[in-house]
């Protein structure tokens, strides 16, 4: 079953916030870039329309589709300067 996909983004971003930890180690990650394979849905629900995504957990899960869809994400951390214009 397919979850909101704000819930699914938020699981994303709540797994990678570790990452920060490495610049305590020296490492310092300026830029993520990720492409997932994405299972979408829209369903009408309570008088509204509702996204529905959730990352494929198999990749056997969308063989049955000819065009799988592929969320591209990329994170980057910008001065606030440059972030603002």
Do not use: K
Not at 1 to 14: I, K
Not at 29 to 34: D, E, F, K
Request: charged share 20%; hydrophobic share 50%; glycine share 4%.
């Amino acid at each position: 079953m397919l979850r909101e996909l704000h819930q699914s983004l938020a699981e994303l971003q709540d797994s990678i916030a570790p990452l920060a930890s490495a610049a305590q180690a020296g490492v310092r990650i300026s830029t993520l870039a990720l492409t997932l394979p994405l299972d979408m849905a829209v369903v009408l629900r309570d008088g509204g329309c509702v996204l529905l995504g959730d990352f494929a957990r198999n990749s056997a899960d969308a063989s049955w589709c000819e065009a799988p869809t592929r969320l591209h994400l990329t994170l980057e951390a910008r001065p606030v300067e440059e972030a603002v214009s």
